[in-house]
């Protein structure tokens, strides 16, 4: 799988995972704040994370709130 590079040059693709790079409805950058949303959430409210880290839009919430990390389910299908 190659890997994608994101705003700062770091890789998109994890530890297994790939968030979307844009809100699907208002074209907003939401993966730039994926990392340090999914390492605060672990001990704080994701709600709570998400007003901090400036994510005011539902739509944009929406994308953090409910990506599935899938991409291990769905690798060996290539």
Do not use: N
Request: net charge neutral; charged share 30%.
């Amino acid at each position: 799988m190659q890997r994608v590079q994101g705003q700062r040059g770091r890789s998109l693709i994890g530890d297994g995972f790939m968030i979307p790079v844009r809100c699907y409805t208002c074209g907003r950058i939401v993966s730039d704040v994926w990392d340090v949303y999914k390492e605060r959430i672990k001990q704080e409210d994701p709600g709570q994370v998400l007003d901090d880290l400036g994510v005011k839009r539902y739509c944009c919430r929406r994308m953090l709130l409910t990506h599935a990390e899938l991409i291990d389910e769905i690798a060996p299908y290539e």
